[in-house]
């Protein structure tokens, strides 16, 4: 984290060299951004910037940190089509925020598409802090859907939580995968690498289906079903 030297500056000091950091690394990999150029912009002598951060990691990580809280907020105060939804419907409808905030904020989501894409050392510590961010709100929905009847009252809400994290962090390479989407294009670009926005919906969509339904339930219920009218052929039979 920046050190308190940062947070005594003036609100418009602060905000102004946060605006040309994010501005800087959303359009420059991490190699390549300038912290020179930043400061520079931001008209403070680069001696200062170091009484500010440690270094250019410290910076980053602080933007990340930034770029979740940001998203986060959007997303809680985001209104859902309907005053109450299930636990499912609602989830899957985040997911759609989410890919709504990227659309709309798209600097701070390409620091982020910078990590996991793009070339950085420090990737699994960027993809922590991102997953730290949301585990209590998602821990929270969990909960919520379990006292609705909507989850399962058996399941492990932390075990929910690392199983949606697992899932939604795997998207971020499935996506391009299935989509034939090229990641260096995706780090540099972002939302404007030619996404098809109809077909991360489609994939959203199976993504819940396996979620809600399972993979097993409906064949076990199918199974139960058959050897349910079998005992009651047999039971009838032997009536007769």
Same mark, same amino acid.
């Given at each position: 984290?920046?050190?308190?030297? &940062? *947070?005594?500056?003036?609100?418009?000091?602060?905000?102004?060299? %946060? $605006? /040309?950091?994010?501005?800087?690394? +959303?359009?420059?990999?991490?190699?390549?951004?300038?912290?020179?150029?930043?400061?520079?912009?931001?008209?403070?002598?680069?001696?200062?910037?170091?009484?500010?951060?440690?270094?250019?990691?410290?910076?980053?990580?602080?933007?990340?940190?930034?770029?979740?809280?940001?998203?986060?907020?959007?997303?809680?105060?985001?209104?859902?089509?309907?005053?109450?939804?299930? &636990? *499912?419907?609602?989830?899957?409808?985040?997911?759609?925020?989410? %890919? $709504? /905030?990227?659309?709309?904020?798209? +600097?701070?989501?390409?620091?982020?598409?910078?990590?996991?894409?793009?070339?950085?050392?420090?990737?699994?510590?960027?993809?922590?802090?991102?997953?730290?961010?949301?585990?209590?709100?998602?821990?929270?929905?969990?909960?919520?859907?379990?006292?609705?009847?909507?989850?399962?009252?058996?399941?492990?809400?932390?075990?929910?939580?690392?199983?949606?994290?697992?899932?939604?962090?795997?998207?971020?390479?499935?996506?391009?995968?299935?989509?034939?989407?090229?990641?260096?294009?995706?780090?540099?670009?972002?939302?404007?690498?030619?996404?098809?926005?109809?077909?991360?919906?489609?994939?959203?969509?199976?993504?819940?289906?396996?979620?809600?339904?399972?993979?097993?339930?409906?064949?076990?219920?199918?199974?139960?079903?058959?050897?349910?009218?079998?005992?009651?052929?047999?039971?009838?039979?032997?009536?007769?």
């Amino acid at each position: 984290m920046p050190h308190q030297t &940062f *947070f005594n500056l003036p609100d418009k000091k602060r905000q102004t060299i %946060t $605006k /040309f950091a994010i501005a800087e690394f +959303a359009n420059n990999d991490y190699q390549n951004a300038s912290i020179t150029k930043i400061v520079k912009q931001a008209k403070i002598a680069k001696g200062s910037f170091y009484q500010y951060f440690e270094d250019k990691k410290e910076l980053y990580l602080y933007l990340v940190d930034l770029a979740n809280k940001e998203k986060l907020a959007f997303m809680q105060q985001a209104k859902p089509p309907k005053n109450k939804m299930g &636990f *499912f419907p609602y989830l899957r409808w985040l997911f759609d925020v989410g %890919t $709504k /905030f990227d659309l709309t904020h798209p +600097a701070l989501s390409q620091i982020i598409n910078r990590a996991v894409y793009g070339d950085v050392s420090f990737r699994e510590e960027v993809l922590a802090m991102t997953q730290a961010s949301s585990n209590e709100y998602i821990k929270q929905l969990v909960q919520n859907g379990i006292e609705q009847g909507d989850v399962a009252d058996d399941i492990n809400p932390d075990m929910a939580v690392f199983t949606i994290n697992t899932l939604g962090e795997g998207l971020r390479h499935y996506i391009p995968a299935q989509l034939g989407l090229d990641t260096e294009q995706l780090a540099e670009k972002g939302v404007d690498a030619g996404i098809d926005m109809n077909a991360i919906n489609q994939i959203y969509d199976d993504l819940f289906q396996i979620l809600e339904h399972g993979l097993g339930d409906r064949v076990i219920e199918a199974k139960s079903n058959v050897s349910n009218t079998s005992k009651k052929i047999i039971y009838d039979q032997s009536v007769i």
